[in-house]
């Protein structure tokens, strides 16, 4: 299939208009419309909608646009890999990052490597760990930093020195804001905001004691903006890791960790058996590299002290 039959296509889709598109690819309007059709054809199938003065894509032609601007960003990114063989390190890295304490580690992380490596951009896409892992498993992300527990059969990985505490999000004035941490008894019957991911949920079971169906379980989230927005309305409590709360703070909400104490580590992954680029090994190399320097100072420092 033709590259550029995807990009007229994508281009069509964004402009709402064959005509308007047709004016932003620089070609006739004739021209690209019997593009489209050579495309529909190939594909047999209908992707636009042309019979009503708005055209509008088929569900099918809404499924290729997702899949056809998947296809014309690794096209792009292999052009650049392959490219920046031949000189500096360069192109630009894609990394999936959960929300927690090891965003800070990540960012300082990335600063030193680049530093080093000024040529170097970054693509930082937000997400729990299960939408990273689907997007390392399509191509369409280098690297993940990843929050345990998590599957991790797949993926070449190594530990960082990061660890998260869990425990629950509430509003200041709920009665449980009082105490410096909560129990098993404290929470078993109250409504429940939780993490999405179902691994997740049975170690947090298997923590408090309680089967998942026997929580008040209101509502799940896979980051926390919106999740704290209905916890402020009182329609829940939150659990979740005290990273990802402290990365928004907000003067009307506390974080109070479990006890027992209950602690994640992270791993930064990449997919097994998958060629990366140049950049992309040189960063994982940097990472070990630095953090091993990082832990070899502090050992020293806390024996001079």
């Known amino acids: 299939m033709d590259i550029r039959l995807l990009k007229y296509y994508v281009a069509i889709a964004q402009a709402g208009s064959i005509t308007r598109a047709a004016d932003l690819l620089h070609i006739t309007q004739p021209t690209l419309s019997r593009q489209m059709k050579v495309l529909e054809d190939t594909l047999g199938t209908t992707l636009l909608n042309r019979d009503h003065k708005q055209l509008s ?52 992380l ?110 799940s989230h896979n980051l926390l903006s919106n999740a704290l927005l209905m916890a402020k309305e009182g329609l829940s409590c939150i659990i979740c890791v005290e990273g990802a709360f402290t990365m928004r703070p907000d003067e009307l909400m506390v974080f109070r960790p479990f006890y027992p104490l209950r602690q994640s580590g992270h791993v930064l992954a990449r997919r097994k058996n998958h060629i990366l680029s140049r950049t992309a090994m040189s960063f994982l190399s940097f990472v070990q590299e630095y953090l091993a320097a990082k832990a070899d100072n502090d050992a020293d420092r806390g024996r001079v002290e």
Not at 126 to 137: G, M, N, T, V
Request: hydrophobic share 40%.
């Open 57 to 108: 894509l088929t569900e099918e032609g809404m499924l290729f646009l997702q899949r056809a601007k998947e296809i014309i960003a690794l096209e792009e990114r292999t052009i650049r890999e392959l490219k920046e063989q031949k000189g500096q390190l360069a192109g630009t890295l894609s990394i999936g990052c959960v929300e927690s304490y090891a965003s800070a580690l990540l960012a300082e």
């Open 110 to 219: 990335l600063g030193e490597f680049r530093r080093k490596n000024p040529a170097v951009r970054f693509e930082i896409y937000s997400a729990d760990s299960s939408d990273i892992k689907e997007k390392l498993d399509s191509g369409r992300l280098d690297i993940g930093l990843l929050l345990e527990p998590v599957e991790v059969a797949k993926y070449d990985f190594f530990h960082l020195p990061s660890k998260e505490t869990w425990g629950v999000v509430l509003p200041k004035e709920h009665p449980l804001a009082a105490k410096e941490s909560v129990t098993t008894e404290d929470i078993q019957d109250l409504p429940l905001t939780v993490p999405r991911r179902t691994i997740v949920m049975d170690e947090i079971s298997s923590w408090l004691g309680i089967p998942v169906d026997r929580l008040n379980v209101v509502s």
